[in-house]
Every structure is written in structure tokens, then in C-alpha cells.
């Protein structure tokens, strides 16, 4: 079965340092994964996927992740965090294996940067 | 471009009256269509799904349905809601390509009392 896992639960980082928030995932197949972010009381926003391709994924608001296919990973990154930053972040992949074409998310891990 | 539309925002609803939750995608046909529940914050759990018009997958047997009368339209309903029932609602749309991301809407917080 398709699953991802996001093994903080939080994640503090200073202003102005860079941050990672973990992601791994378990497919069979090739991997859709996707990182979305929330806001309080908003829904998810999408930030980048990766498909296929280059393993460094460039996507919204300075964020990007890395994929790592012999450590079963997709970390998001950022080389400078910011306030504004603080927020819920999601890693989800897509099951394209059982024609269903769902979403299984992450638990979720909470950013706070500090100033 | 493509909106997605969930209303309301919030609700206050009392144990056993019916809830009605609807969701609109414009700019975009055929969409996948998604219902999922938040709670505390944390976790989604998938409700419900459609690929299509009056087609529903149902993820978790509760007291909870969805339609979807129209191609873009998305509904959630309840008889008699519980307590349990309360949380954030989140629909969502994608595209039909494995590589479409999922776009949601704002969120509707519902608690019941």
C-alpha cells in the first residue's frame, strides 16, 4: 500500500536559517508525491510535486523539495526561513495503482520560525 | 483559472438536525472531486471521492453522504448529525492526470452541539 510518513511532529527553526521538514514514502511503482502547506483555519495550499525527472523540485513562495529515491524521501527545504513561513505542512502521495487516483497524506508537521 | 468554491465558512449545527455542505469548481471539467474531514488540525481523512457525475466512493461508513448532481458540483449531507461529526470540511478538486495536484477550498468548520 501507498503511505508516506512525516516524522516530526514540529519543527522550530530561526529566522533567516535554513529549514527541512521530512517526508519519506512507500510506493510501489513510480512515486507522485506533493507538499502542501496550511494556514490556520485555510485550506491546503499547494506548494510543488515531483513526477519524474530532476530530483531537486523548485516550487512556491522559495520552497523546494528533494527527492531521493535509494532513501525513499522527499524533503522540503528552504535556505532561508521566515516568519510567515509558520504554518502545517502536508507530504502526500498519489495511489496510481489502484485506478483510483487518491491522496494519502502525511499526519503533518508544524513549522514555527522564530524571530 | 480555475476557483474552487465551499460555503459556508462555518456552521453551528445542533445533534440530529440534517447538514448540507456544497462545494463548486469553475474554470475546469471533469474534475475528480474530493470530501475530506480535518480533526484538531492535524490529519485529513478521506470521505468521499467522485471521478464523475453520480459517481461516489465512500471511504469511511458513518452517517455521512455525498452527491454530485452536477459536473462541478460537489455536495455533503447528513440526516442527523452526531458529535462526533464535528471538524473541518475540506473539498478539493484535481485534474484527471496522475500528476495533478489537488486544489482546495477554503474550509468549512463545523461544530455540532
Known amino acids: 500500500a501507498q503511505s508516506v510518513a512525516q516524522p516530526e511532529d514540529q519543527v522550530n527553526v530561526a529566522e533567516g536559517n535554513p529549514l527541512t521538514v521530512k517526508c519519506t514514502y512507500s510506493?510501489?511503482?513510480?512515486?507522485?508525491l506533493f507538499w502542501y502547506v496550511q494556514y490556520p483555519n485555510r485550506g491546503l495550499q499547494f506548494l510543488l510535486k515531483?513526477?519524474?525527472?530532476?530530483?531537486l523540485v523548485k516550487g512556491s513562495y522559495g520552497f523546494e523539495a528533494e527527492f531521493n529515491k535509494s532513501q525513499t524521501s522527499f524533503h522540503l527545504k528552504k535556505p532561508s526561513a521566515l516568519v510567515s513561513d509558520s504554518a502545517l505542512y502536508f507530504c502526500?502521495?498519489?495511489?496510481?495503482?489502484?485506478?483510483?487516483?487518491?491522496?494519502?497524506f502525511g499526519t503533518g508537521t508544524r513549522l514555527k520560525v522564530l524571530a | 483559472s480555475q476557483t474552487i468554491h465551499q460555503w459556508p465558512a462555518t456552521l453551528v449545527q445542533p445533534v440530529g438536525s440534517p447538514l448540507s455542505l456544497e462545494c463548486t469548481v469553475e474554470?475546469?471539467?471533469?474534475?475528480?472531486l474530493y470530501w475530506y474531514r480535518q480533526a484538531a488540525g492535524r490529519g485529513l481523512q478521506l470521505l468521499f471521492y467522485?471521478?464523475?457525475?453520480?459517481?461516489i466512493s465512500s471511504e469511511v461508513p458513518q452517517n455521512l453522504s455525498a452527491s454530485r448532481p452536477q459536473d462541478r458540483q460537489f455536495i455533503l449531507s447528513s440526516k442527523k448529525l452526531l458529535l462526533s461529526d464535528s471538524g473541518f470540511y475540506l473539498c478539493?478538486?484535481?485534474?484527471?492526470?496522475?500528476?495533478?495536484?489537488?486544489?482546495f477550498g477554503n474550509g468549512t468548520r463545523l461544530t455540532v452541539t
Open positions: 478539493a478538486w484535481s485534474g484527471q492526470g496522475a500528476n495533478s495536484p489537488l486544489h
Open positions: 510506493v510501489s511503482g513510480n512515486p507522485y
Open positions: 515531483y513526477i519524474t525527472g530532476d530530483n
Open positions: 502526500a502521495v498519489r495511489d496510481v495503482t489502484s485506478g483510483t487516483y487518491k491522496y494519502i
Open positions: 474554470g475546469t471539467s471533469n474534475p475528480n
Open positions: 467522485s471521478v464523475g457525475i453520480g459517481q
